[in-house]
Structure formats: structure tokens, C-alpha cells
């Protein structure tokens, strides 16, 4: 039987749950740019995502799903904008992004993704 590790254990969440070789992230909310554009703010946190990825051996070719939520889905284009310059071609995930009042409202938009080690 495999084993669940957790990481980051919060009193609501974990930051990241690995389980049979996925790992399942919290989401991911702007550090170093919040109340920035949503260029500024995307690049950020897709930075933090690579990061993570790499700290657990993976990496953004084997990102499986990834949810966005938009604070304003009129920052759609200027977003995937930064997302199609990130994504490894020939290895897109699948997705989802919807609009979505943020628990900052400096926050212009959030990511989670699961990927496989």
C-alpha cells in the first residue's frame, strides 16, 4: 500500500498532498507581485509553481490539470498570454478558468495544479 505524504500542514489544508506517484498542490497566489498587473502577477505565480515542481522532482511537462480562478476574467487574455509562453508545447494540461472573488482582493488571480512525479 502506497502512503499519502503531506506537506506544508495547515490547520484548514496541506500545502501539497502526493499520493501513487501525483501530487496535488494547494493553490498558488501572487508573493512577490500582488496588487501588480495580472502579467506581473502570472509570472509570479507560475514561478512559484515551476519551483515547487522541482522541489519534488517534476517538472511543467507533466502538469496534469490546472485551475485558475480570475479575479476579473477581463484579465483572461493578458494572462494566457504569460500561460502559453510558460506551458511546454506538446505537454498543455488540461484546465479550467473561471471568474472568482479572491481572498485578497490585491490578488488578480490564484493557480492550482496537479502534476505527476
Not at 37 to 46: H, N
Not at 86 to 107: F, K, M, N
Amino acid at each position: 500500500m502506497k502512503t499519502i505524504t503531506r506537506v506544508g500542514i495547515a490547520t484548514r489544508y496541506s500545502d501539497l498532498v502526493i499520493k501513487d506517484d501525483i501530487a496535488y498542490f494547494s493553490g498558488y497566489v501572487p508573493e512577490t507581485s500582488v496588487g501588480r498587473s495580472v502579467t506581473e502577477q502570472t509570472q509570479d505565480v507560475l514561478d512559484q509553481i515551476a519551483q515547487s515542481l522541482t522541489e519534488i522532482g517534476s517538472d511543467k511537462t507533466k502538469v496534469l490539470f490546472a485551475t485558475i480562478w480570475l479575479a476579473d476574467i477581463a484579465g483572461y487574455d493578458e494572462m494566457n498570454a504569460v500561460w502559453d509562453g510558460w506551458v511546454a508545447p506538446g505537454h498543455t494540461p488540461a484546465r479550467a478558468c473561471v471568474e472568482s472573488r479572491l481572498a485578497d482582493p490585491d490578488y488578480a488571480l490564484e493557480i492550482q495544479v496537479t502534476a505527476a512525479l
